[in-house]
C-alpha cells in the first residue's frame, strides 16, 4: 500500500511538472517577440534597426515573463513542498497503521491464561497438556478403583466364606452343647436314681 501510494504521489507531480514544461515551450511570448522584433525591423548596410520602443516593450516583456516565470516556479516550489510534507505524513500515519496492525495482531495471536500472555500455539500445547494430564490421572484413578474393588469383592468373599464355616461351626458346638447336655442330664439322672 505504502509503494502504491508512493508511485501514485510521484506519478501525480511529475505529470504536473511535465505539463508545465511543455506550456513554457509552446508558449514562450519572448521569444515570439524577439522573431517579430527582427522582422519589422529595417535592414542598414548589413546591420538590423531596431526601434527604441519596440526594444523597451520588449525589455518589459522579458522581464514580466521572467517575473512570472519565477513566481510560476516558486509556486510549483511549494507544492512540491507541499505534497513531500504530504507523503511524509502519510508514510507516517502508514507506519502508525502498520505498527497499530502488528500490535492488534499480536494481541489477536496471544491469549491471557492466568494472567500471562501466550501465543495460540502455546496455549493449545498448554492446554492440551493439561487435558493429557487430566486423562492420564482419570485413568489412573479408574486402574486403582477397579484394583481396590477386586480387593473389597475378594474381601467380602472371604468375609461370606468365614461368615458360613463360623454358622457351621456354631451350629456343631450347638448340637454338641445340646449332646453333651442331654449325655450330662442323662448321667444325672442315672445317678439320682440310683
Request: proline share 1%; aromatic share 8%.
Amino acid at each position: 500500500m505504502n509503494k502504491v501510494l508512493f508511485l501514485s504521489l510521484a506519478c501525480l507531480a511529475l505529470s504536473g511538472k511535465m505539463q508545465a514544461q511543455e506550456t513554457a515551450a509552446t508558449q514562450n511570448p519572448v521569444e515570439d517577440e524577439f522573431t517579430n522584433l527582427i522582422e519589422s525591423s529595417n535592414d542598414y548596410q548589413g546591420y538590423k534597426v531596431v526601434d527604441y520602443n519596440e526594444l523597451v516593450k520588449l525589455r518589459n516583456n522579458a522581464s514580466q515573463h521572467y517575473t512570472r516565470l519565477n513566481e510560476e516556479l516558486i509556486t510549483q516550489k511549494n507544492t512540491i513542498d507541499q505534497q513531500q510534507d504530504q507523503i511524509n505524513s502519510l508514510e507516517e500515519e502508514l507506519q502508525n497503521t502498520q505498527q497499530d496492525l502488528e500490535r492488534v495482531n499480536a494481541e489477536k495471536d496471544a491469549i491471557t491464561f492466568l494472567g500471562m500472555p501466550f501465543s495460540k500455539g502455546s496455549y493449545m500445547a498448554l492446554m492440551w497438556g493439561i487435558v493429557g494430564a487430566l486423562l492420564l490421572a482419570l485413568l489412573f484413578f479408574i486402574y486403582r478403583f477397579k484394583q481396590s474393588h477386586s480387593h473389597t469383592r475378594e474381601a467380602r468373599s472371604k468375609l461370606d466364606e468365614t461368615e458360613k464355616e463360623f454358622d457351621i461351626y456354631r451350629e456343631k458346638a450347638l448340637e454338641k452343647e445340646q449332646r453333651l447336655g442331654r449325655l450330662l442330664q442323662d448321667e444325672r439322672n442315672k445317678h439320682n436314681e440310683r
